[in-house]
């Protein structure tokens, strides 16, 4: 990575940002993407456990899960509800499913229970649900030490929830890697804990990122076009150079969440996870909108691109 700046706003950002301005390029990115060891078994490409799904929402925990899969991980374990299961498995039958038998976030978090300390990494949110019971389930995953990515509606829950809230803030008091990857949207909601909704309005994207940064103390995907990434703190800041209008669709962020979390069951750490997922994303529609058009480029052909842009 080298440094990265506009030029029409280098004086504020240089007052902003002395030292954390970042460009990625695509022949380093490729580097680090295709690095593998050639004699690397599946217990060492990483595991990762992906919490999502509800009724009607079978998609999301799909698209991200198909992403997440195609990361280069070797062990996907989801847990989810069985009417979700049944959707899902006749599309991704290798992984590893955890249904709990009775339709609770209690039932859930016995199920998986036994891989705490096990998986290399959690992504929870897609498609996940809203209710008390969905709290509760990340109030019990905020207490496990492994790297973790929330998304779609666990960032909504910790916008309204105090009790998530507090739980956050104790987990990165460990230093624990925390990912989270609000739109406009979320990100506003978040923000609400700690600045005025008319504050807010009059930021712009590259402050946005940084007040969440800093706020929250976890590494920051604001989704949007140019998505900026940001460090705990904001120390680090990266804005996208990829992906367009074809990426504008419904279930886009849930491939970015299962790509990331992929990355980060692979060791990469949170600050390379969120740039490389981001990026890698964002090529591979590029590349399904120049090959289809971007009115024909649906969420699923993106994920068909991934393989696509590392060659």
């Known amino acids: 990575m080298s440094n990265y700046c506009e030029q029409k706003d280098k004086d504020r950002l240089d007052a902003l940002f002395p030292e954390g301005r970042y460009r990625l390029e695509e022949d380093y990115f490729k580097h680090r993407l295709n690095e593998a060891a050639g004699?690397?078994?599946?217990?060492?490409?990483?595991?990762?456990?992906?919490?999502?799904?509800?009724?009607?929402?079978?998609?999301?925990?799909?698209?991200?899960?198909?992403?997440?899969?195609?990361?280069?991980?070797?062990?996907?374990?989801?847990?989810t509800r069985k009417e979700v299961y049944r959707d899902v498995f006749p599309e991704l039958p290798g992984a590893l499913y955890h249904i709990p038998k009775e339709e609770t976030c209690s039932a859930m978090q016995k199920e998986i229970e036994p891989l705490r300390g096990k998986v290399n990494a959690l992504v929870a949110g897609p498609g996940l649900g809203l209710g008390r019971e969905e709290e509760n389930l990340l109030l019990f995953l905020l207490d496990w030490d492994q790297a973790l990515l929330l998304d779609a509606d666990a960032l909504t829950l910790l916008a309204k929830s105090p009790a998530l809230q507090e739980a956050l803030q104790k987990r990165q008091e460990r230093s624990s890697t925390t990912i989270l990857t609000p739109h406009e949207g979320e990100a506003k909601r978040l923000a609400l804990y700690h600045t005025s909704e008319e504050k807010w309005q009059k930021m712009t994207r590259l402050e946005k990122v940084t007040s969440l940064a800093k706020f929250y103390q976890c590494h920051i995907i604001l989704k949007g076009k140019g998505s900026l990434c940001a460090s705990p703190g904001a120390q680090k800041i990266y804005k996208n150079t990829s992906g367009g209008i074809g990426l504008a669709k419904g279930g886009s962020g849930d491939i970015l969440a299962g790509l990331a979390g992929g990355l980060l069951a692979q060791n990469f750490d949170g600050f390379e996870a969120t740039v490389f997922a981001t990026y890698w994303h964002g090529l591979a529609g590029d590349l399904a909108s120049k090959e289809k058009h971007w009115r024909c480029h649906l969420p699923k052909d993106t994920i068909d691109y991934l393989g696509k842009v590392l060659l």
């Open 39 to 79: 004699d690397n078994h599946k217990y060492q490409q990483g595991s990762l456990l992906l919490i999502a799904g509800s009724k009607g929402m079978s998609g999301s925990l799909l698209l991200s899960a198909l992403a997440a899969a195609k990361s280069g991980i070797g062990l996907l374990h989801i847990a």
